[in-house]
Every structure is written in structure tokens, then in C-alpha cells.
């Protein structure tokens, strides 16, 4: 923000103050640079991991639900960790990490609650837990087996996480391959981010 000092004659006093710029100039609400856990480590190896800062509609949460979530934040960013591009469907194993900012906590409430929403329409696939981290938290394990019409084995995790106007997500899916992160370490990650966000999420 740049401030601007005037000095005003007053009752034959000089009086210095400080002007500040008009609301409209005030930097809009984003996600700084390297905000992200795993960010930094995501600029460097530009062959694992796939950093997108668009408008994507999709959430990477487990959906057992067709329908669409709503896109009313205001800024986002995607970190996608791939071990080995270019593998086959069948040994695919990935991980991410995702912010969500909003205009107000309320808009971000809306975003938790259709997790929730979508969970419940999962029946027995999924393990719903509760964690106490941030304002508000919710996170699932979710296997499909093996069958005729599924030939390929999935398991998918995540935990969401919310502080304020914003939400963080740490998932992991993997095919017939082995998990390359664990349910406890994004726990930790979503500890560690939720400790993070109120520097953008006004709170």
C-alpha cells in the first residue's frame, strides 16, 4: 500500500497526515506466491509435479455424487504431485494439495457442507472422519474393488480443511500400485495449512 504524507497549516500549526488510497485501490484478496505447502518443491520439478492457477469447476474430493460444486470462490490454486508421468491407468498413484479463497467465511461453509452432502451418498465405500483442525474439517477413504465393469482397483483420500474464508484439500488416489502418501500425513499437512490461513482468509 503507498501511503501519501501532506503537511496543513492549521490555526498557524503545521499538521503532517497521511492519506490513504481509496478502497478500490487496495490489493483484491489473493493467494500469495509459494502460499502452498508443497509449492515451492512444485516450481522447481516441473516434470512431477503440475501447478494450475485457473478456473477449474472440479474439486479433487471423492465424488459419489454427479453433481457439480459450486465455483463462488475468488481465487484458487492446484498442485498435482504425479511420480511417474506418463504411467499406465493401472499403476497410477497421485497426490495434491488445493487453497480455496472466498469473499466471506460463509461462501466457504457452503463449500465444506457439499463434502458433506457428497459423502453421505457413498454409503459403505467410504470412511468419513471428523478431525479437530481449523474451523471446520471433514475427510474420507474410499475403496472400489476390483469387478467386471471396474478393472481397475481404486482407493482415494482426502481431508478438507477450512479457517475462515478459505479451504484446503490434501487427497491422494492410487490404482493397483501402492499409496504413495498416507491419511496421517494429510492430517498433518491440513494442521499445517489451517495454521496458515488466516493470513488471506480474514479471520
Known sequence: MTLKKITLLTGGALITALLLPPAAALAAPSIPKNFLLYEKEARKDTKHWYLNQGNLIEVSNIQCSNAKLKKDWIARRDLTFDPHPGGGEKTSAERGEQVFLFTDASAAEKLMTQFSTRLAKCGKRVK???????????????FDKKTKTNVVPQTQRFIAVRKGAAVALYWDLHNDAPAITTMARHQSDAAKMAAKLCRIAGC
Open 128 to 142: 468419513v472422519i471428523d478431525p479437530s483442525i481449523g474451523d471446520d474439517a471433514i475427510g474420507a477413504t474410499m
